[in-house]
């Protein structure tokens, strides 16, 4: 949120706007523009109902993050539904206060016609992408049959009788005998 809303105000101050100006040749430029919109500059005009869709979505994905925070949920989606969040609050933010977004990346795709973008957005994509491919990942927790599960935990359990069957005398820490024959 802090890096977004940084990189926008240094943009402002420093790049003219609807002025491009390569950074990497043929990669990477400076673009600055006001996006009144989202993406391509599309609902321009609509602020109310930008607003209202993303503060919903926001306070859809805060709550599935307070949720997995405190244990309910698939942890692993923790970071990447923050980057969504903080990328879609920095740009909720600014659309609140100044009616409109600062972009000022642009990535030239071939035959494409690419958008401008800001760090938020590039944190909105990260995460969704992220978030996307998860389900898809191997999760150690699950990778187990219930038969497997339950000859593991037998195992484990016969281990540890194992253990408390050989303990001998020398085993017991000095002083347990007194605690235990006071309890």
Sequence with gaps: LGIDLSSKEWAEKNLP??????????????WHIKNRGIAYNRFSGRRKGILLATGALLAFYGGLLVRILRGKGERRLALPLALTLGG???????RL????????????????NAPIFNIADVSIVVGAL??????FLKNKKNDFTIEEKEKMANDKNMYY???????TPKDILPGISKLLENI
């Design 88 to 94: 879609g609050a920095a740009n909720f933010w600014e």
């Design 130 to 135: 992220w978030m996307t491919v998860i389900p």
């Design 161 to 167: 009788v194992s253990l408390i069957e050989n303990i």
């Design 17 to 30: 706007l609807n002025k491009k100006r390569e950074i990497v040749k043929d990669h990477l430029y400076f």
């Design 97 to 112: 206060r100044k009616g409109r977004v600062t972009d000022f990346l642009f990535i030239p795709v071939k035959g494409k």
